[in-house]
């Protein structure tokens, strides 16, 4: 899978600008279903998606000690995921059994804690952007 930089290095300026077209105009259906989504708790089907990233990124983690894997050239990208595929192999089962019971954990911690919001909240209250929250700890650089 490419990283946005990648694709955006091998996109011409007009695809780049039909790019843009499109995702502006799927943008708020997106965020709509985003929207419905997050009001329903979590299927067995997304935690089990969910550990399976946080096992291969475990197991990433581990064969990439230089910490290069996200700006890496393709070459070495290709080498450190056939030393994490074959880690993966005798590990993954052991990694699943033991993260299986955080991230649901965290899972449903996450939809009550947005539930919880959700009950709070007023119909047309505007939506947290976390910028009031550093206005008021006086944490201004103006002093």
Excluded: C
């Excluded at 990283?3 to 955006?8: A, F």
């Excluded at 993954?92 to 649901?104: A, C, D, G, N, S």
């Amino acid at each position: 899978m490419r990283t946005y930089s990648e694709l955006v290095e091998v996109m011409t300026q007009q695809q780049r600008i039909k790019r843009s077209i499109a995702s502006k105009k799927t943008a708020k259906i997106s965020a709509r279903k985003r929207a419905i989504t997050a009001k329903k708790p979590p299927t067995t089907k997304k935690i089990n998606q969910a550990i399976e990233r946080q096992v291969r990124k475990k197991a990433i983690g581990i064969v990439d000690k230089a910490h290069v894997y996200h700006s890496a050239t393709v070459s070495t990208k290709a080498n450190i995921e056939k030393k994490a595929s074959a880690l993966l192999k005798k590990k993954r089962v052991m990694w699943t059994k033991k993260l299986k019971p955080e991230i649901t954990q965290k899972m449903k911690d996450d939809y009550k804690h947005r539930m919880a919001i959700q009950k709070t909240k007023t119909p047309g209250q505007a939506h947290a952007t976390g910028f009031e929250d550093a206005a008021d700890s006086g944490d201004s650089g103006d002093e």
